[in-house]
Nanobody
């Protein structure tokens, strides 16, 4: 599966952005989908994950209550709604597809190209 992330941009603190990730191929619903991010000079970190059916989600503590992950298995897309953004959310955000439902990035087989999110204070 090939992934294409979009929706990043520049936003003021307290604002919102909605990231989207479009997947090619007919096996999208076979994959758990995750969002990860990497800030300059930092390691990649887990943000959110959604199960194959969309019935189960899990978030990093740093974004819980502010971010919402969702998916559409008909349109082959996964979204990340980001509200109440903070400067520390600034990073390149990546969507990823994996056969294993895990927060460990190394376990994901397919990655999108990343989209930049910048939150100004």
């Amino acid at each position: 599966v090939q992934l294409q992330a979009s929706g990043g941009g520049l936003v003021q603190a307290g604002g919102s952005l909605r990231l989207s990730c479009a997947a090619s191929g007919r096996t999208f619903s076979s994959y758990a989908m995750g969002w990860f991010r990497q800030a300059p000079g930092k390691e990649r970190e887990f943000v959110a994950i959604i199960s194959r059916s969309g019935g189960s989600t899990y978030y990093a503590d740093s974004v819980k209550g502010r971010f919402t992950i969702s998916r559409d298995n008909v349109k082959n897309t996964v979204q990340l709604q980001m509200n109440s953004l903070k400067p520390e959310d600034t990073a390149v955000y990546y969507c990823a597809a994996g056969m294993v439902h895990t927060t460990t990035g190394a376990a994901y087989e397919h990655w999108g190209q990343g989209t930049q999110v910048t939150v100004s204070s």
